[in-house]
């Protein structure tokens, strides 16, 4: 990952939340701004609440993207579908039914077209891989025996929440899927990696230690730390498919375990900049970034630069010794300046909203992921601009 710098933007938050011609011209628009990477969230089919990170399917992609959902499948394109997705496709299919089938189809075609019209214009995608499924899913009704029960996820009380995160979602078996040699594993990589050029997998320090909660707690404070699987399932992962294209999401309670897992197994880490100013010795401040990270003005589980801005007392302000005057670009300016081989943004920062497009509050199951850009909000000027600092940066193409 040679220093670079990219876009955060669901596909969910394009104007239409479709792969259809405003997704193309998001693409242009990024490479214009001498962007390199276009970091989307999860692309399965979300939940009730349309979180991505609650899918209904470990692998089936969201039929709710398609920009030509009626359009025609052959019969060639089920079959050459089928063989390539031979493993989890049948699970999705008595979950879903068996018409789901020329949706996963419409999915491919439109998904391979939009990163042919990127890979041409040297923009690559990042993608996102959730650690957990949703209860109930496609994947945890087929493989009941690779779930624990009695016992969900979450984590403990931390900078988003007092009470912790009562996530719900059910938690490994991993001595049952240690006996599978981690098949389910392997393949759960094996398509995110066609899917995407790189893949953040979320939540990484749940492979060191899990945050274990009884089930029916009302939240998540009173759960434990359970050991994880540690290295096994990407070293079983990379005898089949070579080394692994990943980033490691080491936010949260990281302990030197999950620093030494990450580095074992050579994934770039997370730094995060809102986090930064708490504490001077932050390893989130950028003149404390190594190269192998990737670093952001925020996720989409920050609040908008702007209104991070407006949270701070005035200390806190001052301690950033940023002006505040546009606290989007004096962030993208700060972390694009950082020794991390790649700098990301929310597009949020780039066009200067509050929290009002913020996507997500972690601890607040309802009112997340609504947020949409406006059809042609970033602008030739917002692209020139950004386009300045990446070659300022020494960051562009």
């Known amino acids: 990952m040679r220093r670079s710098s990219g ?5 969910a938050s394009l104007p239409g939340g479709r792969l259809d011609r405003e997704a193309h011209r998001f693409v242009e628009r990024l490479a214009k701004a001498r962007q390199s990477w276009w970091q989307v ?37 089920r079959r050459v579908f089928r063989e390539r997705n031979a493993y989890w496709l049948p699970d999705w299919l008595r979950y879903a039914g068996q018409d789901a089938l020329d ?52 984590v403990p009380p931390d900078y988003f929440s007092r009470t912790g995160q009562l996530w719900g979602n059910p938690l490994y078996d991993w001595s049952a899927l240690r006996r599978t040699g981690y098949r389910w594993w392997i393949e759960r990589l094996r398509r995110a990696l066609a899917l ?39 070293r079983a992962a990379e005898r089949e498919l070579g080394r692994l294209a990943v980033v490691a999401e080491d936010l949260g309670v990281i302990t030197p375990a999950v620093q030494r897992l990450r580095d074992a197994l050579g994934f770039p880490g997370m730094r995060v900049a809102q986090f930064a100013y708490g504490d001077a010795r932050s390893p989130h401040r950028v003149e404390r970034h190594p ?12 609040d908008t630069a702007l209104g991070w801005w407006r949270s701070l007392d005035r200390p806190t302000r001052e301690r950033t010794g940023l002006p505040g005057r546009e606290p989007g670009w004096e962030l993208i300016e700060l972390v694009w300046s950082s020794r991390a081989d790649v700098a990301i943004a ?21 009112g997340n992921w609504r947020w949409r850009m406006r059809a042609g909000s970033f602008t030739a000027a917002h692209a020139r601009r950004l386009a300045a600092i990446t070659e300022r940066a020494r960051r562009a193409p």
């Open 196 to 234: 995407y050029d790189v893949v953040r997998v979320d939540h990484f320090r749940g492979f060191v230690a899990y945050w274990s909660v009884r089930a029916g707690a009302r939240d998540a404070r009173r759960g434990r730390w359970r050991r994880g699987p540690g290295a096994a399932p990407f």
């Open 346 to 366: 929310p597009l949020q920062d780039v066009l200067g909203l509050g929290t009002a497009a913020r996507v997500n509050r972690p601890g607040r199951a309802r």
């Open 291 to 302: 190269r192998d990270v990737v670093a952001y003005t925020g996720t989409h589980d920050n």
């Open 7 to 11: 876009i955060l933007l669901p596909v």
């Open 41 to 77: 969230l999860p692309l399965n089919p979300p939940d009730a609440l349309g979180s991505p990170y609650s899918a209904l399917s470990a692998f089936a992609a969201h039929p709710g993207y398609l920009a030509e959902p009626t359009a025609r499948v052959t019969a060639h394109e």
């Open 103 to 154: 949706d996963q189809v419409r999915f491919d075609r439109e998904w391979r077209a939009l990163r042919r019209h990127a890979t041409a214009r040297g923009v690559r995608i990042m993608g996102d891989m959730p650690i957990f499924i949703a209860a109930g899913s496609a994947d945890h009704l087929a493989h009941p025996e690779l779930f624990q029960r009695g016992a969900v996820a979450g």
